[in-house]
C-alpha cells in the first residue's frame, strides 16, 4: 500500500459516488501502474481517487462530474458488458476526527482521510449498486412468472408454445446464473482482517444499507426463479410425453385397423 499522501488530504467534506459500469473490469493494466493499493485496486484519480472491482463496479471520491465522465471514457476500454445507464448510489463524506463514525441520513462521517477507511466505503457502496442491479432483474423475472402461476390456477395448465417457454427459462436462468459468483455479498472485505478497528464502522454502514437483508430477500426470489424454470421444464417434458403416447396410440390404431381390413379382404 502506498504511503504518498492522498488527493483529498485536507478536505472536510467530499462526495463518494459507487457506479456498476459493466460486467466486468479487467484491471490487470492498471495495477501494474502505480496504485495506493490493490485488494481492491484503489488508484489516484483526476480530482480524487478511485476504488475499482473486477466485478464491474467503481467508486470515486472527491470527483466532480467532468472528471466522472474523463475517468469513465479511460476505463471504457476496460470494460466487458458495459451498461448504458449504469446503477448509481451517492454520498456525502465529512471527516471529522471528534465524531462517531457512521452513517446519518445520506452522510457518512469519518474520523480521518485513510485508503482503509475509503475501502470499507467503497465496499458497501459497491455492494449497495450490485444488489440494486440484481433486485431490479429479479423483479422483472417475477413480473414474468405471475401470468405463468396464473395459467397454472385457473386452467391448470400454462399456455403458450414450447418455443416461448424455453425464452421464459433461458431468461431465468441466465439470470440466476449472472447474479451467483458474480460478488460474494455477505463476505467482509480484505481490509478488516489487518485493520479490526474498522469493524464497526463497516458494521454501521452494512446495517444502514441493509446488506444482508437485501441478499437474503434476494436469495429467496432466486429461488422461486429456479423452482419455476423446473415447473416450466417439467411441463414441457410432460407435453411432449403426452404427445408421443398419442403417436403410440394412433399407431397402434392404425396397425389394428390395417389388420382388419387384411382379414375381410381374405
Do not use: C
Not at 57 to 73: N, Q, S
Not at 187 to 207: H, I, M, S, T
Request: charged share 25%.
Amino acid at each position: 500500500m502506498s504511503e504518498r499522501p492522498l488527493l483529498l488530504s485536507g478536505k472536510t467534506t467530499f462526495k463518494a459516488r459507487a457506479l456498476l459500469v459493466g460486467d466486468r473490469l479487467d484491471l490487470r493494466a492498471l495495477e501494474e501502474a502505480d496504485s495506493l493499493a490493490l485488494t481492491p485496486l484503489t488508484i489516484d484519480v483526476e480530482g480524487g481517487i478511485a476504488v475499482l472491482y473486477r466485478f464491474g463496479a467503481a467508486v470515486l471520491f472527491g470527483v466532480d462530474p467532468l472528471h466522472e465522465a474523463v475517468i469513465l471514457m479511460r476505463l471504457a476500454n476496460l470494460i466487458s458488458g458495459s451498461y448504458l445507464s449504469p446503477e448509481a448510489e451517492e454520498v456525502l463524506i465529512r471527516v471529522d476526527p471528534e465524531a462517531r463514525e457512521g452513517m446519518r441520513g445520506n452522510t457518512i462521517t469519518i474520523r480521518s482521510i485513510e485508503v482503509e477507511r475509503l475501502q470499507i466505503i467503497a465496499d458497501v457502496l459497491a455492494k449497495s449498486v450490485v444488489l440494486s442491479q440484481y433486485e431490479a432483474k429479479v423483479s422483472q423475472n417475477i413480473e414474468r412468472i405471475e401470468p405463468l402461476a396464473t395459467d397454472l390456477e385457473r386452467h391448470g395448465r400454462i399456455s403458450g408454445k414450447p418455443k416461448e417457454m424455453l425464452r421464459h427459462i433461458g431468461t431465468m436462468l441466465l439470470s440466476e446464473y449472472m447474479m451467483v459468483g458474480r460478488v460474494s455479498i455477505p463476505e467482509k472485505p480484505e481490509v478488516l482482517w489487518e485493520n479490526p478497528a474498522l469493524q464497526g464502522l463497516y458494521n454501521r454502514l452494512e446495517d444502514e444499507f441493509e446488506i444482508l437483508e437485501r441478499h437474503t430477500a434476494l436469495e429467496r426470489k432466486l429461488n422461486l426463479i429456479s423452482k419455476t424454470a423446473e415447473t416450466l421444464l417439467d411441463v414441457l417434458n410432460n407435453r411432449h410425453a403426452i404427445r408421443l403416447e398419442w403417436y403410440i396410440v394412433i399407431l397402434i390404431v392404425a396397425e389394428l385397423l390395417l389388420s382388419v381390413y387384411d382379414h375381410f379382404l381374405r
